[in-house]
Every structure is written in C-alpha cells, then in structure tokens.
C-alpha cells in the first residue's frame, strides 16, 4: 500500500479536518511504517487512527482558541498606534507554533514506541515459525535493540536468527542445536530452557545479566 493511498483512506475516515494537508501527509507516511501487509489497514485499523487525527485536531484547536482568549484578557483596552498589538500577535503565534511542534514531537515518540513494539511482535512471532522457540534467549536476542522499523521484517528475520543461534549456542555450547524439534535444544523436552531461564534469572537478580522485557 502507498502513502496516498493510506491517506485517502483515513481523510474518508476523519471527514471534515482544520488539519493541514502537510500534517495529514506526514501521519500517514509514519503510519504506513507499521504496516506489515495491506490486511492489517482494515476498518478497525482505520478508525482507531482517525480517532487519534481528530483527538490531535480538538488539542491544537483548543490551544489556539485558549491562546486567543488570553491574548484578549490582555487587551480588554485598545492601544494607539497598532505597533505593540502587532508585535503581540505574532508573539502569540510564535507560542502556539512552539506549542504545536512540542505536541508534535510526543505524538512521533509515542508513535515510535508503538512502531518498535509492534515490529518486535512480528519479528518474534516470525523467528518461532521458523523454530527460535527458547523465549528468554528470544527475549534477550530481540528485547534490547532497536530496530529500523522501515526495513521489512522478513529482511530481520536472518539477521535476527543469526544473532538468536550465537545466543544459544553461548549458553548450551556449540554442540546444542538452537532450533531443533523442540527448539529448547534439549532432547525434545524443556528440562535444559527452564534451567537456563533459572540461572539468567539469578543473573539477573545478581546485576550481571539485563532482565528479560
């Protein structure tokens, strides 16, 4: 799916919008970064953004009408001259744009956030399809990185299992097979994945380990 196509579909969401062309534009390119096949952009998909595209809209329209009525409270006497009414008005729009960009930069946080969750889910729900089934070496692997959300996850897969075998051959030795029948690398039962989860955690509680997410 293309980024105009994305948009198209979420102004038919939203309808009628103060929002700029340029600020809808770039929601939907950050959007469409989270997308990992066009069946996810159902009607849910799409109405749960457009509620957040209009929760943005009654933000900004908010402060700039509060913007406005303090501006006002102000100016309850009229100035001669017109020069310091001027240079308050453009102060105050110089506020409400600083106001703006600093809700701006929350929302792409937030979004970025949300964008490395939801990739990670793929990306793990793809490496145990292909038998990286030892969930805290999974964890460990995939938990403390920061991916590049642009990049599809297929092309993380094999990076990812590289890393994921490396991992559990470190712990279970060169001779384990990290993704084997049972993908514990022990015999097709978990006796090895839980003493292994019971000493990272140790480990862990002892500060020489991260804990697992």
């Known amino acids: 799916m293309t980024k105009e196509e994305l948009l198209e579909k979420l102004i038919a969401k939203v309808g009628k919008t103060s929002l700029s062309e340029r600020t809808l534009s770039a929601y939907a390119e950050n959007t469409l970064k989270l997308v990992g096949d066009d069946s996810q952009v159902d009607d849910a998909f799409l109405e749960a953004h457009a509620s957040i595209l209009k929760t943005m809209e009654g933000q900004l329209s908010h402060e700039i009408s509060s913007g406005i009525e303090k501006w006002k409270e102000g100016n309850n006497l009229k100035k001669e001259g017109g020069e310091d009414d001027t240079n308050e008005i453009l102060e105050l729009m110089k506020q409400i744009r600083e106001d703006n960009a600093a809700l701006k930069a929350r929302l792409d946080e937030a979004d970025k956030k949300q964008g490395q969750k939801d990739y990670k889910a793929r990306l793990m729900s793809e490496m145990r399809s292909k038998g990286a089934e030892n969930e805290y070496i999974l964890k460990q692997t995939i938990g403390q990185k920061e991916f590049d959300t642009a990049k599809s996850v297929e092309d993380a897969v094999e990076e990812s299992l590289k890393a ?11 001779g384990a097979t990290p993704r084997g029948n049972s993908g514990n690398g022990t015999d097709g039962n978990d006796t090895g994945s839980k003493a292994l989860d019971a000493f990272f955690d140790r480990k862990a509680a002892e500060g020489k380990f991260p804990k697992a997410e």
């Not at 994921?164 to 060169?174: E, M, P, Q, R, V």
Request: proline fraction near 0%; aromatic fraction near 28%.
């Open 164 to 174: 994921y075998d490396a991992n559990y051959k470190s712990c279970f030795g060169d």
